[in-house]
């Protein structure tokens, strides 16, 4: 094997390939902004917010979408509709990006945090129930990097528990449970557009459902509080205006039109590495599951297994295989949300009456995930050719085989 990248050697990817760069933006884009400037409508519900509107909810199988400002704003949006506020309690995975959990208590409730399973990185149903109290009124799931949570397991304690499933399905466009579209499974699900996301309008968010009380209400407070259908301006709720402008719902339909194909490709790239690299003993696919039949792959995660490398730390593995691979790998969440500075402010205790306690003990699923095994590669660097994959296997192998090399290097920080 050649010389480590991080110690000097040639990187695997001497230049990162095209299709990595993302978003990327081409004809069909172009066409969707030009057809904006010409319209003269630029915002305040035109005809690309229906046209996008129609096509998102027929995307995701469910009865309505409603475009809004992010995905932030789109879960505040669908708490305040279900009624959840201060003194209510939403279960969430803390392996997240910080976003699910502001929202929560930006409407007043409590975050509870409950386990996730280190073999999905996702919400583990058994610790979500033992999460339950009697103020307990929502269980907020992740389908984290596109990976489904399990909602046959989720949508039963709900059930059983006369609670609401939401979905974050931020990372999650296009992906399927049982042939079910992520957003259709609960009573609403929460998407967000931003730059990162596999289709982006630079910010931008959506809301599914398939409750025709809960949409007029969610339309109305994204809408100034304005009753939905209403012919004049009669405001009905304490609203707030979240409505996405015409130039992102155009960008929004053009790339609507290439996600298949990308999904496609993502899932038969992720497929060929899971099998390659789980010939090391430093790599772990996550858990297989027949019920999830499609995958977004937003994140392609996996676990890094530091026993396989005789105990070198991820941060070293992780920093060498990014000097192999460029800027396309990284540790993931490593920062576990319930440290973040945020919930013990004085403003959460304002905004939800009460005092948050670190719950690190109740949840050694998250904190093995976020300390020492959690990985992840972006969705664009699985857009390459079957070459490309096999550059990546190279990749991995090479840092493996470097392993004493950069215990020699790093030593010290290993110690830290
Ligand atoms: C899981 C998850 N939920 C919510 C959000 C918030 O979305 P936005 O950035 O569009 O507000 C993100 C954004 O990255 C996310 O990753």
């Not at 475009?67 to 932030?72: A, E, K």
């Not at 020492?372 to 390459?384: F, K, Q, V």
């Amino acid at each position: 094997m050649s010389r480590l990248a991080i110690l000097g050697g040639t990187p695997v990817f001497e230049q990162l390939p095209d299709y990595t760069h993302w978003p990327r933006g081409g004809e069909k884009e172009k066409e969707a902004l030009l057809r904006t400037l010409h319209s003269g409508v630029w915002g305040g519900l035109g005809e690309e917010n229906r046209h996008f509107s129609e096509a998102y909810a027929a995307y995701c199988q469910t009865r309505y979408a409603l475009p809004v400002l992010n995905g932030t704003v789109s879960l505040e949006l669908i708490f305040r509709a279900l009624g959840i506020g201060y003194g209510d309690e939403v279960i969430v995975p803390p392996y997240t990006f910080s976003a699910s959990v502001h929202s929560i208590a930006l409407c007043g409730a409590m975050p509870v945090f409950a386990d996730i399973d280190p073999e999905t990185f996702n919400l583990d149903p058994a610790s979500a129930e033992q999460r339950i109290t009697p103020r307990t009124r929502a269980i907020l799931g992740v389908h984290l990097g596109g990976r489904m949570f399990d909602a046959d397991a989720l949508g039963g304690i709900a059930q059983r528990h006369g609670l609401y499933l939401i979905e974050d399905a931020a990372h999650a466009q296009g992906s399927e449970w049982k042939g079910c579209r992520a957003g259709s499974l609960g009573a609403a699900g929460s998407f967000s557009f931003q730059a990162t996301k596999n289709i982006c309008s630079g910010e931008g968010g959506a809301i599914t459902t398939n409750d025709p009380a809960l949409y007029e209400k969610l339309w109305s407070l994204h809408a100034g509080g304005c009753a939905f259908g209403a012919e004049q301006e009669e405001h009905s709720w304490l609203g707030t205006n979240a409505r996405l402008s015409e130039w992102q719902c155009a960008i929004l339909l053009a790339r609507l039109e290439r996600l298949d194909g990308d999904i496609e490709l993502r899932m038969k790239n992720a497929a060929y590495l899971d099998k390659q690299l789980s010939e090391l003993p430093y790599f772990r696919a996550l858990r297989a599951d027949e019920r999830i039949t499609r995958h977004s792959m937003h994140l392609y995660c996996f676990r890094y297994l530091p026993e396989g490398l005789d105990g070198l730390p991820r941060r070293i593995f992780i920093k060498a295989l990014a000097a192999e691979l460029g800027n396309v790998v990284c540790e993931g969440y490593c920062d576990p949300i319930y440290e973040m500075a945020m919930l013990y402010s004085d403003d959460f205790q304002k905004m939800t009456g009460r005092t948050f306690v670190n719950p690190r003990e109740m949840l050694p699923g998250n904190e093995r995930i976020a300390h020492a095994e959690g990985c992840w590669m972006t969705h664009s660097s699985l857009l390459g050719p079957q070459q490309d994959m096999d550059r990546i296997v190279e990749a991995f192998a090479k840092v493996g085989s470097g392993a004493d090399e950069l215990r020699k290097a790093f030593g010290q920080e290993e110690q830290k």
